[in-house]
């Protein structure tokens, strides 16, 4: 059974500590998504990888978040320091991008994160 | 900047009654997704739709897709307490070569009483 398996399910941290997400996509796929969900916003798009390349980290704040992909197993989502506005569930999706073909976004269980 | 917008934001209807939920777009797009997401929970992929005029059933939900109205819709038939959720709709734009992006809409919290 191919899921998205992301780590930890709930965090709860204290303000201006480092906070690191971690994301497994389903093997073989080849674009990770991350996306952020709160009341207000909604679904937000932060960042997505293709082929374990950034291509558009344009919705993250950059002077405290950074993503990466180390190796094609593990996506990861860091905030340092981590702020009370930042307190949201952070959704991992992957999906096989290929053109002209049904694309879809498989999404992981999310990271609901507190930060008080 | 792509803008996906859903109405309503807020539905609540009886069981047995029908509706339809619109998702409207602001650019080009070749494909169209709905998603479902329950309290707590992941979101779950309902539809795919990749061409102008494809249309999809499930059940008691039905998407359809009109890229040059730049419209879908998500019908909801004879509608039973189950299918409470909330319900997006994403619109893939693929912005040269590989890049593509998915952008959502608010969602729809669809309530359905007894």
């Known amino acids: 059974d191919a899921r998205v398996t992301q780590t930890p399910r709930h965090k709860v941290t204290e303000m201006g500590q480092e906070v690191t997400m971690r994301c497994q996509p389903i093997?073989?796929?080849?674009?990770v998504f991350w996306y952020r969900q709160t009341m207000m916003q909604g679904l937000e798009l932060l960042a997505y990888?293709?082929?374990?390349?950034?291509?558009?980290d344009s919705g993250m704040p950059k002077d405290r978040f950074s993503a990466e992909m180390p190796d094609a197993t593990l996506a990861t989502l860091k905030i340092q320091p981590s702020e009370p506005r930042d307190s949201a569930v952070y959704f991992c999706?992957?999906?096989?991008?290929?053109?002209?073909?049904?694309?879809?976004?498989?999404f992981g269980q999310g990271t609901r994160l507190t930060v008080v | 900047e792509l803008k996906v917008e859903q109405n309503p934001l807020f539905l609540s209807m009886q069981e047995g009654k029908n509706y339809t939920i619109y998702c409207n777009y602001s650019?080009?797009?070749?494909?169209l997704y709905w998603y479902r997401q329950d309290p707590g929970k992941s979101l779950e992929s309902l539809f795919v739709?990749?061409?102008?005029?494809a249309v999809k059933q499930e059940g008691r939900l039905m998407a359809s897709l009109d890229t040059k109205a730049r419209l879908s819709t998500l019908h909801i038939t004879a509608a039973v307490h189950d299918l409470s959720a909330t319900y997006f709709c994403?619109?893939?734009?693929?912005?040269?070569?590989?890049?593509?992006?998915?952008?959502f809409g608010k969602g729809t919290l669809l309530t359905v009483n007894p």
């Open positions: 994403a619109v893939g734009i693929n912005s040269g070569g590989s890049n593509y992006k998915l952008t």
């Open positions: 739709l990749l061409s102008n005029g």
């Open positions: 990888f293709r082929n374990r390349a950034p291509l558009d």
């Open positions: 093997l073989g796929h080849n674009t």
């Open positions: 999706a992957s999906g096989l991008v290929r053109p002209k073909a049904n694309t879809e976004a498989f």
């Open positions: 650019t080009t797009s070749d494909r």
